[in-house]
């Protein structure tokens, strides 16, 4: 049974950081694309970062420069490091596996609807 659990959300001033932690269980998930989305209230799911199996890592342009993604397979886990927050990244972060494709993240990015397994979530809140 496929599995993503957050962690490490939480509340923090204009310009500090946070990271964030997804654990993944039921699979190897070192063969799939895999990501972090949000959704702030009264918006729609977006695409923040997308790790390809192969290691290529793909960005919103909002987030470009600010925020990391990376995985360790041997833990089976993906992180986002999100560092210089501003009060817009205040959202739901969402981890999120495609069990189809290792090499599609940039599409996955740009369309979450296709993603086929989703984590709960974790609250992050930017004051300013």
């Known amino acids: 049974q496929v599995q993503l659990v957050e962690s490490g959300g939480g509340s923090v001033q204009t310009g500090g950081s946070l990271r964030l932690s997804c654990a993944g269980s039921?699979?190897?998930?070192?063969?799939?694309?895999m990501g972090w989305f949000r959704q702030a209230p009264g918006t729609g799911r977006e695409g923040v970062a997308m790790?390809?199996?192969?290691?290529?890592?793909w960005y919103a342009d909002s987030v470009k420069g600010r925020f990391t993604i990376s995985r360790d397979s041997a833990k089976n886990t993906l992180y986002l490091q999100m560092d210089s927050l501003k009060p817009e990244d205040t959202a739901m972060y969402y981890c999120?596996?495609?069990?189809?494709?290792?090499?599609?993240?940039?599409?996955?990015?740009?369309?979450?609807?296709?993603?086929?397994?989703w984590g709960a979530g974790t609250s992050v809140t930017i004051s300013s």
């Open positions: 039921g699979q190897r998930y070192s063969l799939y694309c």
């Open positions: 790790s390809d199996s192969d290691g290529r890592v």
């Open positions: 999120a596996v495609n069990n189809n494709a290792g090499l599609r993240g940039l599409y996955y990015l740009k369309n979450p609807d296709q993603m086929d397994y």
